[in-house]
């Protein structure tokens, strides 16, 4: 069993940015794929970023460039860095981890742990 807690979250203005932290209960360099996903309200959950056990990563298109996600295993610890944020990223972020290779590909079905979520709120 994997526990994730998140933090980082808050409310900034358009073009400010936020670190989002997630922590894990487990070596992460154990772990096959860590991720952040976010749900808007009223929409579906949809995958941000994500980093496999070998450092590659994959974005949204829709974040590509302003996003950047990385994990310090020495502290156990998923990131995500959000610049030049806009209010449709507006969202509770959860960090994700699946024991099974996921090639970079941002499908809930590759991960098996969830965290609670972080709150990101930016204003216009």
């Known amino acids: 069993q994997v526990q994730l807690v998140e933090s980082g979250g808050g409310s900034v203005q358009a073009g400010g940015s936020l670190r989002l932290s997630c922590v894990a209960s487990?070596?992460?360099?154990?772990?096959?794929?860590m991720g952040w996903f976010r749900q808007a309200p009223g929409k579906e959950r949809e995958g941000v970023a994500v980093?496999?056990?070998?450092?590659?990563?994959g974005y949204a298109d829709s974040v590509k460039g302003r996003f950047t996600i990385s994990k310090d295993n020495a502290k156990n610890t998923l990131y995500l860095q959000l610049n030049s944020l806009k209010p449709e990223d507006t969202a509770m972020y959860y960090c994700?981890?699946?024991?099974?290779?996921?090639?970079?590909?941002?499908?809930?079905?590759?991960?098996?742990?969830w965290g609670q979520g972080t709150q990101v709120t930016v204003s216009s």
């Open positions: 487990v070596y992460t360099y154990s772990i096959s794929c």
């Open positions: 994700a981890a699946g024991t099974r290779a996921c090639h970079r590909r941002l499908l809930e079905r590759y991960f098996d742990y």
């Open positions: 980093i496999d056990s070998d450092g590659m990563t």
